[in-house]
């Protein structure tokens, strides 16, 4: 049986102790009465200040996912939805859609911008061409945090107020919010088992982005794809390898069908974090019970969208054993290559882009000390484990 670690939460339960103090004044000596005088109109009582009540301002929304219905990431785009919805009582009604149905895909934060799309739970990755590379230090960050360090950087660290300045500099009026998390993915899928970094030399690899720049630095030829064309692009040789996303949206799509090998960990993917996105307008607009209504429910789904996401990649991941697929665990020396490779090309990307250079020394200098406190203070599953 697996040993499961309780985690105890304690709820402080605050008693609020009203006194009620009444004042009288001294008795007078008695003296003989006098005749009455008329008594006087009463005075009329102050009408009572009515407590605050919530705004009844109601705001519907027209959302979209850059993902199809099939994806655990336009699941999570619905979960917020929802919460925003019976959170407000119905003053946002939030309404998602997935990709293309009111824009084309990976347009939806400029839709956004433009007031096309009231929202988006979008990834900063997606469009870098318009905040520039440091997009991808706030997902798929090659080597970088996993969830738990990035959402700590973000709601501690200083993360947020450099996610909301990632926006300003550009000039672009959004508004974002960390609204849902997964785990590292797959490190992709092989014709062959990789054994070395030499073996990425012609390496036809589907891939894009910062990632996609970095394995052609490793001799790599990279091909850029939509996730649809992939399964038949592998089966007919067009390319030799690829990485799509975690073990439970790879499992739906038939990729272990394909007699590939599936390595791992996701060493260039070790978190995916996405991002709520309305125009400044909109939340300059919403009252303060509303706006810290829309701050909570990300909260909230962050966490709920990556236990959802996680069971589903665990249930997969037996799937996967059960189908008999080989598996592959990438060399240490590989995992340190590919850490290499990253890190220099983001001290190249640093050296010409300030702001990026800003956020990229923020989240060393976190993860140096947050690593080495974990490295201290967390117990290794692994020794957890070895009773068995």
């Given at each position: 049986?697996?040993?499961?670690?309780l985690?105890?939460?304690?709820?402080?339960?605050?008693?609020?102790?009203?006194?009620?103090?009444?004042?009288?004044?001294?008795?007078?000596?008695?003296?003989?009465?006098?005749?009455?005088?008329?008594?006087?109109?009463?005075?009329?009582?102050?009408?009572?200040?009515?407590?605050?009540?919530?705004?009844?301002?109601?705001?519907?929304?027209?959302?979209?996912?850059?993902?199809?219905?099939?994806?655990?990431m336009?699941?999570?785009?619905?979960?917020?939805?929802?919460?925003?919805?019976?959170?407000?009582?119905?003053?946002?009604?939030?309404?998602?859609?997935?990709?293309?149905?009111?824009?084309?895909g990976?347009?939806?934060?400029?839709?956004?911008?433009?007031?096309?799309?009231?929202?988006?739970?979008?990834?900063?990755?997606?469009?870098?061409?318009?905040?520039?590379?440091?997009?991808?230090?706030?997902?798929?960050?090659?080597?970088?945090?996993?969830?738990?360090?990035?959402?700590?950087?973000?709601?501690?660290?200083?993360?947020?107020?450099?996610?909301?300045?990632?926006?300003?500099?550009?000039n672009?009026?959004?508004?974002?919010?960390?609204?849902m998390?997964?785990?590292?993915?797959?490190?992709?899928?092989?014709?062959?088992?990789?054994?070395?970094?030499?073996?990425?030399?012609?390496?036809?690899?589907?891939?894009?982005?910062?990632?996609?720049?970095?394995?052609?630095?490793?001799?790599?030829?990279?091909?850029?794809?939509?996730?649809?064309?992939?399964y038949?692009?592998?089966?007919?040789?067009?390319?030799?390898?690829f990485?799509?996303?975690s073990?439970?949206?790879?499992?739906?799509?038939?990729?272990?069908?394909?007699?590939?090998?599936?390595?791992?960990?996701?060493?260039?993917?070790?978190?995916?974090?996405?991002?709520?996105?309305?125009?400044?307008?909109?939340?300059?607009?919403?009252?303060?019970?509303?706006?810290?209504?829309?701050?909570?429910?990300?909260?909230?789904?962050?966490?709920?969208?990556?236990?959802?996401?996680?069971?589903?990649?665990?249930?997969?991941?037996?799937?996967?054993?059960?189908?008999g697929?080989?598996?592959?665990?990438?060399?240490?020396?590989?995992?340190?290559?590919?850490?290499?490779?990253?890190?220099?090309?983001?001290?190249?990307?640093?050296?010409?882009?300030?702001?990026?250079?800003?956020?990229?020394?923020?989240?060393?200098?976190?993860?140096?000390?947050?690593?080495?406190?974990?490295?201290f203070?967390?117990?290794?599953?692994?020794?957890?484990?070895?009773?068995?």
């Amino acid at each position: 049986m697996k040993g499961q670690r309780l985690v105890m939460l304690l709820v402080a339960v605050f008693a609020i102790s009203g006194l009620l103090i009444a004042g009288c004044a001294p008795e007078a000596t008695p003296t003989t009465p006098t005749t009455p005088t008329t008594p006087t109109s009463p005075t009329t009582p102050t009408t009572p200040t009515t407590p605050s009540q919530p705004s009844t301002d109601k705001f519907t929304w027209r959302m979209q996912t850059p993902f199809p219905t099939s994806f655990p990431m336009y699941t999570g785009g619905d979960m917020l939805a929802e919460m925003l919805n019976s959170m407000s009582a119905g003053r946002i009604v939030a309404t998602n859609n997935p990709s293309g149905a009111i824009v084309d895909g990976l347009k939806e934060m400029r839709a956004v911008v433009d007031k096309v799309l009231d929202a988006s739970m979008t990834a900063s990755h997606y469009h870098t061409s318009e905040v520039g590379l440091v997009g991808d230090l706030f997902n798929l960050h090659p080597g970088g945090p996993n969830p738990m360090e990035f959402a700590v950087w973000v709601y501690e660290g200083g993360g947020a107020a450099l996610w909301q300045e990632m926006y300003d500099v550009k000039n672009l009026p959004i508004h974002p919010t960390m609204a849902m998390c997964t785990s590292a993915e797959l490190f992709g899928w092989f014709a062959d088992p990789v054994t070395s970094m030499d073996d990425f030399k012609g390496m036809k690899f589907r891939t894009a982005g910062i990632w996609g720049d970095m394995l052609t630095e490793a001799g790599a030829a990279v091909v850029t794809m939509p996730g649809g064309e992939i399964y038949e692009s592998m089966q007919r040789g067009v390319i030799d390898a690829f990485e799509f996303s975690s073990a439970g949206p790879d499992y739906a799509a038939g990729f272990h069908e394909l007699g590939a090998n599936v390595h791992g960990p996701g060493i260039h993917a070790p978190q995916s974090a996405f991002e709520f996105v309305i125009h400044k307008d909109t939340w300059n607009k919403m009252p303060a019970d509303l706006q810290a209504i829309l701050t909570h429910a990300c909260a909230a789904n962050f966490i709920r969208t990556l236990a959802y996401v996680d069971y589903g990649d665990m249930v997969a991941f037996q799937a996967l054993k059960d189908y008999g697929t080989e598996f592959v665990y990438l060399p240490e020396d590989v995992q340190v290559g590919i850490v290499k490779i990253a890190n220099a090309k983001y001290d190249e990307i640093a050296a010409e882009d300030p702001f990026f250079a800003k956020v990229l020394q923020s989240q060393r200098e976190f993860l140096t000390a947050y690593r080495g406190m974990k490295a201290f203070a967390q117990p290794d599953p692994n020794i957890m484990e070895s009773y068995k």
